[in-house]
């Protein structure tokens, strides 16, 4: 490892943890939580968190936002909430000529980081506004086409689809996320201190780490610096060997994936865990992908690609149980 290198390993680590800390300041425990969307950012993709209201979902990633310092915005989704409302759409104007004209009026998608809060309570049209900014970091409104300002994220929370008032996310929705992460409840001790935070007096808060003028270019290297991580063709080997082992009809397919999973994980899961794999690395103090690392991401990087049968639910198996199972073997 070169001097360069070893000094980006040390500087990506001092940044990440310092970001971290930070964020601990407001967000009390969910360490997994929190680490798992940092990992997404720096990856370059997108993360998904689920769970009950009043978790303080919505709350992480504004601090998150406030530890980057990077232009946010925020789409509360609801179920009359349009695609153009998330898009934008073109606007008929009147210049000082009076001349009329169609001008573009941006929607909340031309951010940084963009937080959409319980996203599975907008309707299948609306969610699909987001499918080509997510993959493609662009936007098509009315046969024009808008580029999107770098880095670009979107950090999404979701209800249990099986609340009342929620529609499940379509696959290729779900695919487009790198990761997803469950959010769960507090335990007595983390409650006893978010009463003692947050009905107190003192206000806590969350301190910027990057200037807003530094802030993409920091980013954009420490994701270019992810990429420069080495994985070896044995490591290699274990991810499309278990990507295989998770999808059904393949001959090397397990035999719980045959008895439990209707579609198993496709390349971008694949290449999901491998992003994830080298930011465990790189906090590691690694330029190298080990099995565990692998381990420490595979489940939130595909547990949102599996779609199981009626079988599983009668069984009461989740995607977890399906790849912890695979990954033991």
């Given amino acids: 490892m070169s001097i360069e290198l070893e000094q980006g390993v040390r500087n990506f680590q001092n940044v990440f943890f310092t970001i971290e800390k930070e964020i601990g300041n407001v967000i009390v425990g969910m360490e997994h939580v929190v680490r798992g969307a940092l990992s997404a950012v720096f990856a370059g993709g997108h993360a998904l968190m689920e769970g009950v209201p009043g978790l303080g979902k919505t709350l992480l990633v504004k601090s998150i936002n406030d530890a980057l310092g990077l232009n946010f915005k925020r789409i509360q989704f609801t179920p009359d909430l349009m695609p153009t409302d998330v898009t934008g759409t073109q606007v008929l104007t009147e210049d000082e000529h009076g001349r009329r004209q169609f001008v573009f009026k941006p929607g909340p998608i031309f951010a940084n980081i963009v937080l959409a809060d319980e996203i599975n309570r907008a309707t299948p049209k609306t969610q699909a506004a987001l499918l080509e900014a997510m993959e493609e970091r662009q936007i098509t409104v009315l046969d024009e086409t808008h580029t999107l300002d770098q880095p670009f994220f979107v950090l999404a929370t979701q209800n249990p689809i099986e609340l009342e008032g929620t529609y499940p996310l379509p696959e290729a929705q779900l695919d487009r996320f790198l990761c997803k992460v469950m959010v769960p409840a507090p335990s007595s001790q983390e409650l006893k201190e978010i009463l003692r935070r947050t009905t107190g007096a003192e206000k806590y808060k969350v301190r910027t780490v990057f200037s807003p003028e530094e802030a993409p270019s920091i ?67 690694r330029l190298n992908v080990s099995f565990e690392d692998i381990s420490a991401v595979l489940i939130s990087a595909l547990r949102h690609r599996l779609i199981l049968n009626f079988q599983a639910e009668a069984d009461s198996v989740s995607a977890d149980d399906v790849i912890q199972a695979v990954l033991s073997k």
């Fill in 219 to 285: 980013i954009q290297d420490m994701k270019l610096l992810v990429r420069k991580v080495v994985v070896a063709d044995p490591m290699l080997d274990i991810v499309a060997q278990i990507m295989t082992r998770l999808t059904p009809g393949s001959r090397q397919a397990a035999d719980v994936t045959s008895k439990y999973v209707r579609f198993g994980p496709g390349p971008r899961g694949a290449q999901a865990v491998l992003m994830l794999s080298k930011v465990q690395a790189l906090l590691d103090g």
